[in-house]
């Protein structure tokens, strides 16, 4: 599944997944890039990672390792657009 | 992880029923050993924090982990208070069916799976509440906090061990990655529960990803329904008091959904009577101003069914009960739902329109935790349907037997009597 999944589209799930984490309803599409993980608008802490990792994994079909998030730092999503990205190319 | 799951399968069954002398040992126990290992638990507890400060983390997450002479104290009363609630407990219910004496004995739940993202106390917590009714317990903790459960494993083992109790009747899971977690949520066959507090993602994974049943720690989407009949005086004491007493609980308050008539005064009063800073999000066109103390800020359509998790409350205009019911309907999270009014009528409306875990009438949201209400210590809030729901007390984590004491009775003489 992920060999498929372009750029866009996994940006999508991933989007889906902080959307769904932070209980907000809106269109993945109006989620930008800069948008803050914990900010005005998402409220997603480290907390609440092991939940969306599993989910991410579920969804893209793919194992994530565990020290993904090791050695960075999240503040945007595109920061964790970014990380799963290289672990799916 | 077999060797774990055969271990704490093996201490349900060694382990003294509900009830007995031990489980009371165990929280004075807990209590001793808490108190005599708290400097190595705060200096392991500093290695987290450290750790975590290193990837950037805010204070609020900082403090959120933080093992403190507070938490210690707080720990200390929750010891005491499963010890009083232990005492309390009713003894098993017994009735009589024509020649049949049954008794409803008190069985513990089994093996429980804990998975947390939050506080390390709440391994505390985890390893007490479930253990005193005679339940094994697997704590799964966050990777934020492993340090601290590395220093309290030996400090509960030991607990158990001096109150007469297995001591493996309680294992913090060191290096349980993600996929070690896949396959516990496939092991039906050894886990009888799974109890996960956490955020939307861990929740709604453990529902559908494993057929072992869930009592769920939800989180509260909450809204405070303001009729007009309501004091704008008292809905503002309400609504602050439901909000800034802890921001991030699950029983805070988010959204209040007021009568449009009365928004306006409501909407003054909040920003007279805050006496701490807050921010208040309504819409523009009530022309609302702050102060130094309430900032506001305009609420925009995503801010319905969203979990703030700071000091932020959204004020929302509604046509009536009928409105906010539907709303309460389309957002709310079936947490802590909530009425001012002093029209009887709406009251009722409310109570019998909405469907929540807890529905509080003319009071504080945060008035929803099992102590406050009369129920005893609580491990979680459950939102799910079953088994239990709104706080998980001790008897929310037993399940029964019944005894049936019959005397020699036959079925057949049963059934003779009956023709």
Redesign the interface.
């Known amino acids: 599944m992920t060999n498929t999944l372009d750029e866009a589209a996994l940006a999508v799930v991933v989007k889906q997944v902080l959307l769904a984490e932070s209980r907000l309803r809106m269109d993945p599409a109006d989620l930008r890039d800069d948008e803050p993980l914990n900010g005005g608008l998402l409220r997603v802490t480290s907390m609440g990672f092991l939940g969306m990792l599993i989910k991410l994994e579920d969804v893209l079909g793919i194992e994530l390792p565990d020290d993904i998030f090791v050695g960075r730092t999240f503040t945007t999503v595109d920061d964790v657009v970014q990380a799963v990205r290289g672990r799916v190319a | 992880m077999d060797e774990i799951l055969e271990l704490s399968r093996s201490c349900v069954t060694a382990a003294p029923p509900p009830g007995a002398a031990e489980y009371l040992n165990f929280c004075t126990s807990l209590r001793e050993h808490l108190h005599a290992a708290w400097e190595s638990i705060v200096d392991a507890n500093a290695e987290d924090l450290r750790a975590?400060r290193e990837?950037?983390?805010?204070e609020t997450?900082v403090d959120?982990i933080r093992m403190s002479d507070e938490q210690l104290a707080w720990l200390g009363r929750l010891t005491a208070d499963v010890a009083d609630a232990l005492g309390r407990l009713a003894p098993d219910p017994v009735h009589e069916a024509g020649p049949l004496r049954v008794r409803r004995a008190t069985r513990p739940l089994g093996v429980v799976l804990m998975?947390y993202?939050?506080r390390p106390a709440v391994s505390v917590e985890g390893a007490l509440l479930p253990v005193v009714m005679g339940n094994a317990v697997l704590l799964k903790g966050?990777t934020?906090i492993a340090a601290t459960n590395r220093a309290l494993a030996p400090v509960i083992r030991a607990a158990l061990r001096d109150s007469g109790l297995p001591e493996h009747m309680v294992h913090l899971l060191d290096n349980c990655?993600?996929?070690e977690?896949?396959t516990l949520l496939t092991r039906g066959d050894a886990i009888d529960v799974l109890l996960p507090r956490?955020?939307?993602?861990?929740?709604?994974?453990c529902r559908t990803?494993s057929r072992i049943p869930v009592i769920a720690s939800g989180?509260g989407?909450n809204h405070l329904y303001a009729h007009h009949s309501a004091d704008p005086g008292e809905v503002a004491a309400i609504a602050l008091d439901s909000k800034l007493s802890e921001p991030t609980a699950c029983n805070t308050l988010e959204t209040i959904l007021c009568d449009e008539r009365a928004l306006p005064s409501v909407a003054d009063a909040i920003v007279k009577t805050a006496g701490e800073p807050c921010t208040l999000k309504v819409p523009e066109q009530f022309g609302v101003t702050g102060n130094d103390l309430v900032t506001v800020l305009p609420l925009a359509d995503?801010d319905l069914?969203?979990?703030?998790?700071?000091r932020t409350l959204a004020l929302r205009p509604v046509s009536g009960v009928e409105e906010a019911v539907a709303l309460i309907r389309e957002h709310g999270?079936g947490h802590t739902e909530a009425v001012v009014a002093a029209d009887p009528s709406v009251v009722q409306t409310f109570c019998r329109e909405v469907d929540a875990a807890t529905l509080v009438v003319n009071g504080s949201l945060r008035l929803h935790d099992g102590p406050t209400m009369g129920l005893g210590p609580e491990i979680a809030i459950s939102t799910g349907r079953l088994q239990v729901r709104g706080p998980v007390g001790l008897t929310a984590l037993t399940t029964t037997s019944w005894v049936v004491e019959a005397g020699g009775t036959l079925r057949a003489s049963l059934d003779e009597e009956l023709r």
């Open positions: 975590i990837k950037g983390a805010p997450l959120r998975i993202e939050a966050g934020e990655g993600r996929s977690l896949r956490g955020g939307p993602s861990l929740i709604d994974f990803a989180g989407v995503v069914g969203r979990e703030f998790l700071d999270s």
